[in-house]
């Protein structure tokens, strides 16, 4: 079946600084991506969708300037959070829409973000 | 507003027992449902994809229905087993919208 990867799968960095995810689809176009996070015992939390070529539209409370998002081919989007602080520690998680498969989603297995 | 609501929240089964996951959900106009088993502190699985003209579909022990008009979706899961233990969840793919998920843990 359809792959979407993701790296790194765990991450620590540094209270300050800036962390890349990447999400990539396998083997499949997806023209639409989406970013969620989750916290601990908690639902997914979708952050933002983004569509190839365009600028992703962030869901109500989330920060853009903080969580950036490019989705520059039809493989790969990725989420940058920028200046990261030890609240920004969760479990994200990227989807992909096989828009080809009757809109089939697929799921990464997800990036542990650790702030310290 | 598309709301999602999963039935039972969680549930704790002994080996080899059907179960049955129920989600509900308020907009009947939907476009495709989609279950996932989601194992702790990972990602998503897909199960089943129903879409919008189907009624059901199988994948093994598996088996998801789906009744617009009631705004109910069903996962069966047949001689449920302990790797069968997770979180599953319900989403309308068209408009993400999640479920609020079934716990379920398969004990030997």
């Known amino acids: 079946g359809a792959v979407v990867s993701q790296h790194p799968s765990w991450v620590i960095c540094k209270s300050g600084t800036s962390v890349k995810i990447e999400c990539r689809s396998l083997?499949?176009?997806?023209?639409?991506m989406f970013w969620y996070r989750q916290f601990p015992k908690q639902s997914l939390m979708l952050m933002a969708t983004?569509?190839?070529?365009?600028?992703?539209?962030?869901e109500q409370g989330v920060e853009k300037d903080k969580f950036l998002i490019n989705h520059a081919s039809l493989t790969l989007s990725t989420l940058t959070v920028t200046s990261a602080h030890p609240e920004d520690s969760s479990f994200y998680i990227c989807?992909?829409?096989?828009?080809?498969?009757?809109?089939?989603?697929?799921f990464g297995e997800g990036s542990w973000l650790t702030v310290v | 507003k598309q709301e999602v609501t999963q039935i039972p929240a969680a549930l704790s089964v002994p080996e080899g027992e059907n179960l049955v996951l129920n989600c509900s959900f308020t907009?009947?106009?939907?476009?495709?449902l989609q279950w996932f088993r989601q194992d702790p502190g990972k990602g998503l699985t897909s199960l089943l994809l129903i879409q919008s003209s189907q009624r059901e579909q199988t994948s093994g022990r598996l088996n998801a229905s789906l009744d617009k008009s009631s705004g109910r979706s069903t996962l069966y899961i047949a001689a449920s087993q302990p790797g069968d233990s997770a979180t599953y969840l319900c989403?309308?793919?068209?408009?993400?919208?999640f479920g609020t998920g079934t716990r379920l843990q398969v004990f030997p």
């Open positions: 907009d009947s106009a939907i476009y495709n």
């Open positions: 989807s992909a829409r096989d828009a080809y498969s009757g809109n089939t989603i697929y």
């Open positions: 989403v309308c793919t068209d408009k993400l919208i």
């Open positions: 083997d499949f176009q997806a023209t639409t």
């Open positions: 983004s569509n190839e070529g365009s600028k992703a539209t962030y």
